[in-house]
C-alpha cells in the first residue's frame, strides 16, 4: 500500500476507533457472546443508537450549559481585566 493510501486508510480507522472503544467498555459489549450474523448486526445496531443518542444527549447539554455560562464568564472575564489593570496602573 502507498503512503497517500496508507494515510487515507489510518484517518478513517482512526475515526472508528474511539465510538468502537467507547461500545466496548461501556456497553459491555466484549461480555456478551452473540452468535449468527443477524444476531451480531442487531446487536451493533442497537448498542450504536444507544451510544449515539447518549451522545446527541451530551452534546445538546454541553451547548445549553455554555450557553447558560457565557455571559457570567464574560462577565467575569471583564472584570478580571478591569482589575489587572487597575493594579498595573496604580
Known sequence: MEKEEYQKEYEK??????????????????????I???????YM??????YNINRLYNLLYDKKLKEEQTPN?????MELN????????S
Do not use: H, W
Not at 449468527?36 to 442487531?42: A, F, N, S, V, W
Not at 478591569?82 to 496602573?89: A, D
Open 13 to 34: 480507522r482512526s475515526t472508528v476507533e474511539r465510538p468502537f472503544g467507547t461500545l466496548k467498555i461501556q456497553y459491555n459489549m466484549e461480555d456478551e457472546v452473540v
Open 36 to 42: 449468527g450474523t443477524e444476531d451480531t448486526e442487531c
Open 45 to 50: 445496531t442497537l448498542n450504536a443508537v444507544a
Open 73 to 77: 464568564y464574560n462577565n467575569n472575564l
Open 82 to 89: 478591569q482589575n489587572q489593570l487597575e493594579m498595573v496602573t
